[in-house]
């Protein structure tokens, strides 16, 4: 269907406002929510077109800068050596606490919306998947998609590197899908085995998928991009996220104009 996605909001959060970038149908009624976080990049044009995506699908999205409180709002940094030292330096200097509150915010602002069922979601990608696996700890959020979530096996986000996502895995009450790539040097074989055991512990109801695939395989610009690969998690993702939280309200109202229509 066809999508609006020029909206930014300004959602206040303990730590100062955050922009985030939504994204939903064109066609007018309510749709179920879900909060993507970016990679360390913040939301760049693949991540825009991730966002795209989903919402082309039935979602409305809201992508929020993960930096609000260390860069300007509409800060994009680059896919290269000088932006990923920026957010690598970024993700150890922010609270586990701010990336938790910020999360609730997005979550409050969805259900707050009124072209939204109230019915939530999350994705993330990278850093943006451990964030997702934190933001799952809200009682609210019914299905949860992490791409290579880094850093949740070596218990080292955040300021002093010492996060405790593992060990409040217990509060994940909601559908958990992971994703990994076999080839990702940032999450070898031993931290996946380390998350899937505590996961299997404490009885999350999750899904686990590892693919023949490097970091950011599900990026859509540079050298590591599976097409092939990116297409057969979309079908999984979609599937779940539809199953749990529903199609919302597709129906098009009689007068719609072309740019209200589904297609």
Known sequence: MLIKDSEVADIQTPTGDMRAHIFRPAAPGK??????????????????RTAAMLAGHGFIVACPEIYHELEPAGTVLAYDEEG???GNAHKITKEV???????RAVLA?????????????????CIGGHLAFRAAMNPEVLATTCFYATDIH????GLGMNDNSLER???????????????????????????????????????????NGQHAFMRDE???YDPALALQCWTIL????????????LDIIADATPAESRH
């Open 31 to 48: 749709y179920p929510g879900i909060l993507m976080f970016s990679e360390i990049f913040q939301v760049t044009g693949p991540i825009r």
């Open 84 to 86: 990923t030292q920026r």
């Open 97 to 103: 606490s701010a990336y938790d509150s910020d999360a």
């Open 109 to 125: 602002y969805l259900k707050s919306r009124e072209d939204c069922t109230g019915r939530l979601g999350v994705m993330g990608i």
């Open 154 to 157: 070596k218990k080292s986000l």
């Open 169 to 211: 895995a217990p509060e994940i009450k909601g559908e958990l899908l992971m994703i990994w790539g076999r080839q990702d040097p940032h999450v070898p074989l031993e931290g996946r085995n380390l998350v899937k055991a505590r996961l299997e512990e404490v009885g999350t109801r999750f899904t686990w998928h590892e693919v």
């Open 222 to 224: 540079g050298h590591r």
């Open 238 to 249: 979609l599937e779940m996220f539809h199953r749990r939280l529903g199609w919302g309200d």
